[in-house]
């Protein structure tokens, strides 16, 4: 019977069996022939770690090289316990072991003990120390560089550069090199350790091993020092070099400069590749031959060498350079040769901010530019404020502009320009500053409003009297912000409204499979969520909204209707925004007479309902509206048109053609606690 839910494949048993040998052997002695194969298996594994680390092309390629470090150093600390246990025992830890006392050692104590003195000194001093130093700074700097690496992620990602899955795979390696290098500043600790532990391992079997010859089989303390000597230093010697070879990884893998490269191509084409080095080099090593008591064959034949390899290097690069010159020119040739590939130029881009080469350094993070960062507060702004997500917002330079010009165009579409002063500050007039300030007159590009472009030197004056003073990034974004806002609406897709339907499914099944698809399919909850976004009415709150929806989508499917249904549901909303509680609000009303005059005017039809209106009447109201809204404007005050409920939908509709910012509200949308008073009356 198989359980489910478990599974062990062979990686999963090797694992395991290489872990539990190093354990067991702590405990069990294990002949000398096992050990032999044991050493054997640790510098193989050795090996292979520093291969692999050479040849990787990105430190992620050996993401678990803190876990090798500690499972390889625990087995070969095991094996030096298994070769203490032999040689304090029999005095024969095996072929290995004695290999390396007879023949790296030399068979004498003092040259074994030399060299493996060395081999500690250089793993100790430089290897470890360095490679400790390098992961301990790679860890810090790592961690410190996270926040920006993110925000740079986000940036490419809110100008198109990225998609969202790609922007989710560099987070994820991101955070994937992070936890890496900061666990690599504590896995170096374990070499440290290992080497350390041999050191020690090493004179306490020098120390054993002496007095366990002289005790039990009689020797003399030089024969006994002598004979144990060399067999703990064979020990010592099997179980450093591996060790060595791990320390050497673990500096490799901490040093690679490059993300994605060749480790051993770029290393030999950085030393190599420039001929003019290898001439110099060449020269002088022939000329120490002939000029110093070196030996002259071998600095001269050493000398040409260098020169011979540097000739036949300018030789294979102006190879490469023609190679590259030719491909070049043949890949134009088959480009134009080629059919063109205009599907590509099919797609719209939602958003797109293009502006000349002047403004180039304020999108330009390198230069200090912050635009890019801006772009990304906007969407969440946006989202924020009227609970829908903005598309892409693509930004690129255009040749073709003036140097300070920039244009927002919406699916291709120029919809809004402006141009600013580089060097400059706009300030601004609020209405109440009687100081005049020197600067150019120019215009607010978001809202028309009067201005000066002033300079630096004029800004903290300006300030300190009233103005409002603003920077060319603030007024790029200001503006930009400002014209998503007013095409917002159309910029709500099918497939956000979707996206929408399934984040709200999550929490409220029951209510979506109600109303989505039995009442409403997803374009008719699209047009009423454009309808509430064309009038600044947040969407963020789609519970709401759909209970609305709900409630009175099984009387009817009228998208206009239904639309004021939920306005009306959003009352508290709506009254909060424009009428805030406590303070009295001058709006505009509309004649009764001129009310029932629209309500007789409404036709239906099978596309909905429309007002038939004599185009000379129309034109009147608007004419006796537009009277009213400039003495708002003189005031200072917002318009805002407060009518019957049935009566809204129609006068916004008749309204919007002529004024398409006008508020029109309904009694039904206004808070009890709301104080309003009629400072005119539309009568047209």
């Given at each position: 019977m198989q359980s489910k839910g478990f599974s062990v494949n062979r990686t999963d048993i090797g694992v395991v069996a290489y872990l539990l040998a190093a354990v067991m052997f702590f405990i069990i002695p294990i002949p000398a022939g096992l050990l032999d194969v044991m050493l054997c298996l640790n510098i193989s594994v050795a090996l292979i770690v520093l291969m692999n680390a050479l040849f990787s092309k990105e430190v992620l390629d050996m993401s678990f090289f803190p876990t090798i470090l500690l499972?390889?150093?625990?087995?070969?600390?095991?094996?030096?316990?298994?070769?203490?246990?032999?040689?304090?025992?029999?005095?024969?830890?095996g072929n290995v072991v004695m290999t390396f006392g007879s023949f790296v050692g030399g068979g004498n104590l003092i040259i074994g003990a030399i060299i493996f003195l060395i081999l500690i000194i250089i793993q100790f001093v430089v290897i470890n120390k360095g490679s400790e130093r390098v992961a301990e700074v790679s860890a810090r700097f790592s961690l410190d560089a996270m926040p920006g690496k993110q925000m740079a992620i986000d940036a490419d990602l809110s100008t198109g550069a990225i998609s969202d899955e790609e922007a989710k795979k560099r987070r994820d390696k991101l955070q994937q090199e992070s936890s890496f290098f900061g666990n690599m500043d504590g896995a170096t600790k374990y070499v440290k350790g290992d080497a350390t532990a041999g050191l020690i391992i090493t004179a306490i079997n020098i120390a054993g091993g002496t007095v366990m010859g002289m005790v039990n089989q009689g020797m003399d303390f030089v024969t006994a020092l002598q004979t144990y000597g060399v067999i703990t230093i064979g020990d010592g010697l099997s179980s450093q070099i591996p060790s060595l070879l791990i320390s050497l990884s673990t500096g490799i893998l901490v040093t690679k400069g490059s993300n994605e490269a060749d480790f051993s191509g770029t290393l030999v084409k950085q030393l190599f590749g420039l001929p003019k080095v290898l001439y110099i080099v060449g020269g002088v090593v022939a000329f120490l031959g002939v000029f110093t008591p070196l030996s002259l064959p071998l600095f001269l034949?050493?000398?040409?060498?260098?020169?011979?390899?540097?000739?036949?290097?300018?030789?294979?690069?102006?190879?490469?350079?023609?190679?590259?010159?030719?491909?070049?020119?043949?890949?134009?040739?088959?480009?134009?040769?080629?059919?063109?590939?205009?599907?590509?130029?099919?797609?719209?881009?939602?958003?797109?901010?293009?502006?000349?080469?002047?403004?180039?350094?304020?999108?330009?993070?390198?230069?200090g530019g912050d635009l890019l960062d801006r772009v990304v507060m906007i969407r969440r702004q946006i989202a924020l404020e009227l609970g829908t997500v903005v598309p892409i917002i693509r930004l690129r330079d255009n040749i073709q502009l003036n140097p300070n010009q920039y244009i927002i165009k919406i699916k291709g579409i120029q919809v809004a320009e402006g141009e600013i002063q580089f060097d400059q500050y706009m300030a601004m007039n609020?209405?109440?500053?009687?100081?005049?300030?020197?600067?150019?007159?120019?215009?607010?590009?978001?809202?028309?409003?009067?201005?000066?472009?002033?300079?630096?030197?004029?800004?903290?004056?300006?300030?300190?009297?009233?103005?409002?003073?603003?920077?060319?990034?603030?007024?790029?974004?200001?503006?930009?912000?400002?014209?998503?806002?007013?095409?917002?609406?159309e910029l709500l897709t099918r497939q956000d409204v979707n996206n929408l339907v399934d984040n709200l499914k999550e929490s409220n099944p029951a209510l979506v499979d109600e109303l989505i698809p039995k009442l409403l399919g997803i374009g008719e909850v699209q047009k009423v969520l454009q309808n509430l976004l064309r009038e600044g009415v947040s969407i963020r709150d789609l519970l709401s909204i759909f209970e609305i929806l709900a409630d009175h989508a099984p009387s009817t499917r009228d998208t206009d209707l239904l639309t004021e249904y939920v306005r009306q549901g959003l009352r508290r909303a709506i009254s909060s925004k424009y009428f805030p509680g406590g303070e009295t609000t001058s709006v505009l009303t509309l004649d009764p007479a001129l009310e029932k005059e629209i309500m007789s005017s409404v036709r239906q039809s099978e596309n909905g309902a429309y007002l038939a209106i004599d185009p000379e009447r129309v034109k009147s109201i608007m004419d006796d509206l537009g009277e009213k809204m400039k003495q708002f404007d003189d005031m200072g005050i917002m318009p805002i048109v407060v009518c019957s409920p049935i009566v809204r939908m129609y006068f916004k509709k008749m309204s919007g053609d002529y004024y398409r910012d006008l508020i029109v509200i309904s009694y039904n949308e206004v808070e009890p606690d709301a104080v309003l008073q009629s400072a005119g009356m539309v009568t047209g």
């Open positions: 499972f390889t150093t625990i087995f070969r600390i095991s094996l030096n316990v298994s070769s203490t246990r032999l040689i304090l025992t029999t005095g024969n830890p034949a050493m000398g040409g060498m260098y020169i011979i390899v540097g000739r036949n290097m300018e030789k294979t690069l102006t190879e490469e350079k023609t190679e590259e010159v030719v491909t070049e020119e043949e890949e134009e040739a088959d480009e134009i040769r080629r059919p063109e590939n205009v599907v590509s130029l099919l797609q719209v881009d939602p958003i797109e901010l293009e502006f000349g080469y002047g403004i180039i350094p304020l999108a330009d993070v390198n230069q609020p209405g109440y500053v009687e100081e005049d300030i020197p600067g150019i007159d120019t215009r607010e590009p978001s809202f028309g409003l009067p201005a000066k472009w002033i300079t630096e030197a004029w800004r903290e004056r300006a300030e300190s009297v009233g103005y409002t003073v603003v920077d060319p990034p603030s007024i790029i974004a200001t503006h930009l912000t400002e014209v998503i806002r007013a095409h917002i609406a």
